[in-house]
Protein backbone atom coordinates (compact mmCIF):
# COMPACT_ATOMS: atom_id res chain seq x y z
CA UNK A 1 0.00 0.00 0.00
CA UNK A 2 1.31 3.46 -0.68
CA UNK A 3 2.33 5.99 2.03
CA UNK A 4 1.29 9.46 1.88
CA UNK A 5 3.53 12.24 3.99
CA UNK A 6 1.40 15.93 3.88
CA UNK A 7 4.15 18.41 4.93
CA UNK A 8 3.58 22.28 4.59
CA UNK A 9 0.25 23.04 7.67
CA UNK A 10 1.10 25.91 10.07
CA UNK A 11 -0.15 29.29 12.05
CA UNK A 12 -1.36 31.50 9.31
CA UNK A 13 -3.05 35.18 9.76
CA UNK A 14 -5.97 35.75 7.68
CA UNK A 15 -5.34 36.70 4.01
CA UNK A 16 -2.57 34.57 4.24
CA UNK A 17 -0.98 31.83 2.24
CA UNK A 18 0.41 28.27 2.59
CA UNK A 19 0.96 25.60 0.25
CA UNK A 20 0.68 21.81 1.37
CA UNK A 21 2.84 19.04 0.29
CA UNK A 22 1.98 15.40 -0.17
CA UNK A 23 4.46 12.90 -1.18
CA UNK A 24 3.49 9.36 -2.21
CA UNK A 25 5.94 6.41 -1.41
CA UNK A 26 5.06 5.03 -4.62
CA UNK A 27 3.95 6.14 -8.69
CA UNK A 28 0.79 7.96 -8.80
CA UNK A 29 0.86 7.57 -12.54
CA UNK A 30 -2.15 5.08 -12.20
CA UNK A 31 -3.49 6.58 -9.08
CA UNK A 32 -7.63 7.07 -9.86
CA UNK A 33 -8.25 10.17 -7.32
CA UNK A 34 -5.38 12.24 -5.31
CA UNK A 35 -6.94 14.79 -3.28
CA UNK A 36 -6.97 16.73 -0.02
CA UNK A 37 -9.90 16.67 3.01
CA UNK A 38 -9.85 18.36 5.57
CA UNK A 39 -11.86 17.55 9.23
CA UNK A 40 -12.33 21.00 12.21
CA UNK A 41 -12.99 20.05 15.44
CA UNK A 42 -16.74 19.19 15.98
CA UNK A 43 -17.17 18.16 12.09
CA UNK A 44 -17.33 15.62 9.35
CA UNK A 45 -13.67 15.30 7.27
CA UNK A 46 -14.95 16.67 4.30
CA UNK A 47 -13.56 17.00 0.72
CA UNK A 48 -11.08 19.94 -0.70
CA UNK A 49 -10.07 19.30 -3.59
CA UNK A 50 -9.50 16.27 -5.70
CA UNK A 51 -7.89 15.44 -8.92
CA UNK A 52 -8.52 12.29 -11.22
CA UNK A 53 -6.22 10.05 -13.28
CA UNK A 54 -7.53 12.18 -16.59
CA UNK A 55 -6.57 15.35 -14.57
CA UNK A 56 -10.08 17.26 -13.83
CA UNK A 57 -9.86 18.99 -10.46
CA UNK A 58 -13.13 19.21 -8.83
CA UNK A 59 -13.24 22.46 -5.46
CA UNK A 60 -15.51 22.49 -2.46
CA UNK A 61 -17.20 25.90 -3.29
CA UNK A 62 -16.06 27.11 -0.51
CA UNK A 63 -12.48 27.19 -1.30
CA UNK A 64 -12.94 27.87 -5.33
CA UNK A 65 -11.24 30.84 -6.56
CA UNK A 66 -8.47 30.41 -3.59
CA UNK A 67 -7.21 27.25 -3.70
CA UNK A 68 -5.38 25.48 -6.16
CA UNK A 69 -4.62 21.43 -6.61
CA UNK A 70 -1.64 20.37 -8.77
CA UNK A 71 -0.22 17.24 -9.38
CA UNK A 72 3.72 16.23 -10.55
CA UNK A 73 3.68 12.76 -11.25
CA UNK A 74 7.80 12.91 -11.61
CA UNK A 75 7.92 13.71 -7.75
CA UNK A 76 5.17 11.38 -7.51
CA UNK A 77 3.47 14.50 -4.92
CA UNK A 78 0.74 16.42 -5.07
CA UNK A 79 0.18 20.10 -4.02
CA UNK A 80 -2.32 22.28 -2.30
CA UNK A 81 -1.95 26.14 -2.68
CA UNK A 82 -3.75 27.91 -0.18
CA UNK A 83 -4.25 31.47 -0.76
CA UNK A 84 -6.38 34.26 0.97
CA UNK A 85 -6.90 31.87 3.75
CA UNK A 86 -9.56 32.36 6.45
CA UNK A 87 -10.10 31.29 9.59
CA UNK A 88 -12.87 28.74 9.25
CA UNK A 89 -9.65 26.98 7.06
CA UNK A 90 -8.10 26.13 10.09
CA UNK A 91 -8.44 22.30 9.94
CA UNK A 92 -6.72 19.04 9.79
CA UNK A 93 -5.94 18.37 6.19
CA UNK A 94 -5.59 14.83 4.74
CA UNK A 95 -4.28 13.85 1.94
CA UNK A 96 -5.85 10.94 0.06
CA UNK A 97 -4.83 8.47 -2.49
CA UNK A 98 -7.41 5.55 -4.65
CA UNK A 99 -5.70 3.21 -6.15
CA UNK A 100 -7.79 0.79 -7.92
CA UNK A 101 -10.04 -0.97 -5.34
CA UNK A 102 -7.64 0.25 -2.33
CA UNK A 103 -7.54 4.05 -0.69
CA UNK A 104 -4.41 5.23 1.41
CA UNK A 105 -4.34 8.19 3.91
CA UNK A 106 -1.79 10.52 5.32
CA UNK A 107 -1.44 11.27 8.84
CA UNK A 108 -2.63 14.80 8.33
CA UNK A 109 -1.12 18.08 9.04
CA UNK A 110 -2.82 21.14 10.82
CA UNK A 111 -3.86 24.29 9.52
CA UNK A 112 -4.39 27.31 11.79
CA UNK A 113 -5.81 30.78 10.35
CA UNK A 114 -5.71 33.34 13.00
CA UNK A 115 -7.61 36.27 12.69
Known amino acids: QVQLVESGGGLVQAGGSLRLSCAAS????????MGWYRQAPGKQRELVAG???????NYADSVKGRFTLSRDSAKNTVYLQMNSLKPEDTAVYYC?????????WGQGTQVTVSS
Open 51 to 57: IARGGAT
Open 96 to 104: KLNMGLTGS
Open 26 to 33: GSIFSANF
